[in-house]
């Protein structure tokens, strides 16, 4: 029997994923799995993938969900965290040991992997909320141009008043001869 290393630590990690066809989420699930336990230091002791179902959300037609419960065994506690921020599990829990010692260096290590993360996120939201911005801008004045030519069409035209015909009014001189 193989010997345990003692800083070993066993977790459960619950990955889900969103939609269509339900056979595509089943196959994206074990290739998400087979990516997780290609990492060094990381050994898959148990995976399960649930069958897809149908999504029962108004407006969620055609749309299905399930999820992968995996069991894994790291060899240090920065693994749970790589995994954690790189692979954005939906529920994690630590199953062994009972009690975790660490460093001062390796929690430091973590905690600076997290405001590493975390920066990324924050700046990809302030570069969406800008971008939104102005394609909001852009968009009302689009709708503004829209109005004013939905305006002018809808704007009776003046009406020409007819040409009068010219009459003649020299009085034709009446010769006689």
Do not use: C, W
């Amino acid at each position: 029997m193989a010997e345990k290393n003692t800083t070993d630590i066993k977790a459960l990690f619950v990955f889900e994923v969103m939609g269509r066809p339900p056979e595509h989420l089943k196959k994206a699930l074990e290739g998400y799995m087979e990516k997780l336990g290609e990492n060094k230091g990381v050994k898959i002791s148990r995976m399960e993938i649930h069958e897809p179902k149908p999504v029962e959300k108004e407006g969620a037609e055609d749309l299905f969900t399930t999820f992968a419960e995996v069991e894994v065994i790291v060899d240090n506690v920065n693994l749970i965290f790589d995994i954690i921020l790189n692979m954005l599990p939906a529920h994690v829990e630590i199953l062994e040991p009972d009690d975790i010692k660490l460093k001062n260096f390796d929690l430091s290590e973590v905690a600076s992997n997290l405001s590493i993360k975390l920066h990324k996120y924050d700046e990809v939201a302030k570069t969406i909320t800008m971008e939104r911005g102005i394609l909001m801008k852009r968009l009302q004045e689009m709708q503004e141009k829209i109005n004013n030519l939905e305006a002018d069409v809808k704007k009776p035209k003046a009406k020409k008043k007819p040409a009068k015909k010219k009459t003649n009014t020299k009085k034709k001189s009446s010769k006689k001869k």
